[in-house]
């Protein structure tokens, strides 16, 4: 295997991503909290600058740590479309639709009102508003989180961790990574800790559930950063996006239905020789490439 720049290509230096991403992340998401400035215009773009820690730390070792083969080959996984398919973006779609459909349905059998918005109808009348929704969503993950998360940390994770590992790990680090949202009005893990602490914990694990099925599209897309974005926008739209305009109390529902949901999938993926086979030949070719790290051990 060619190797290059190794002394950047061990543990410590992954453990430094993480570390870079996590700090400067809570710096920028706990400033506004701090100075009480949430409910203002500079807060708010303060808190929201916090979301580009990933890609800012991850862009900053592809740029200086890659070379340029590497760099090509994550362009294009990071804009291609080619390795998506319509299959995953359909998918996708009807999976986090009927994960917020899921929990409107018990939120009106448990009395919350959800009848005062009419989704149908905003998108046929007002279309603007849901595009800007969804650009909202395209910024706060797929460019300003997965060159970090998915572009830069997960294949080294993925070889030294294995799948279920490695998913762990990325999601874990992922939900802690949110901890200036709990103390920000109109955040989810906010909202959430204002109904009980128990239900704001069950954030985190949430989120690693999430990450076990962006990192399976990944995978079953052959590595594609840009539908790990997708899936990520899709995630944050209806699970976010919508969510924030209903009672606090269908956000705690709608994180029950989440996990239900995630935990089913995630017994399809452990079960699933064909996926762990799938999985193995990724961690293979990542292995194979001539740019990849070292493992120091």
């Known amino acids: 295997m060619q190797l290059y720049n190794t002394p950047f290509n061990t543990n410590k230096h992954l453990i430094y991503f993480f570390t870079f991403t996590l700090v400067l992340n809570w710096i920028f998401s706990l400033t506004p909290a701090l100075l009480g400035i949430t409910n203002t215009i500079l807060g708010e773009i303060i808190f929201y600058l916090a979301y580009t820690s990933p890609a800012i730390v991850g862009l900053f070792f592809i740029s200086t740590i890659y070379p340029q083969s590497a760099k090509q080959d994550f362009i294009y996984r990071y ?20 994960t917020f459909i899921t929990s409107l349905i018990i939120g009106n059998y448990f009395n919350v009102k959800t009848s005062d918005i009419d989704w149908r109808h905003i998108a046929v009348l007002r279309p603007s508003q849901i595009a800007y929704m969804l650009f909202e969503s395209f910024i706060l993950s797929i460019l300003s989180q997965e060159a970090g998360w ?10 030294r961790f294995g799948f279920i590992g490695s998913s762990i790990i990325l999601g874990f680090a992922c939900g802690i990574w949110y901890l200036g949202s709990y103390f920000t009005p109109n955040q989810i893990p906010y909202n959430l800790a204002q109904y009980s602490l128990f239900d704001a914990f069950l954030f985190i694990p949430n989120i690693v559930l999430l990450n076990f099925i962006i990192n399976f599209v990944y995978i079953n897309t052959s590595r594609s950063i840009l539908s790990a974005g997708l899936v990520h926008m899709t995630y944050y739209f209806f699970n976010v996006q919508l969510l924030l305009h209903y009672p606090i109390k ?16 995630l017994v399809y993926m452990i079960s699933s020789n064909k996926f762990k086979q799938k999985v193995n030949s990724e ?4 292995k194979s490439d001539d740019f990849e790290f070292e493992l120091d051990w």
């Open 150 to 159: 998915r572009g830069y940390a997960i294949d080294k994770l993925l070889v």
């Open 79 to 98: 804009l291609s479309f080619k390795e998506i398919g319509i299959k995953w973006i359909l998918l996708t779609i009807l999976f986090f639709a009927l």
């Open 250 to 265: 269908l956000c705690v529902i709608a994180q029950y239905v989440q996990i239900i949901f995630s935990l089913i999938f």
């Open 283 to 286: 961690i293979e070719q990542i």
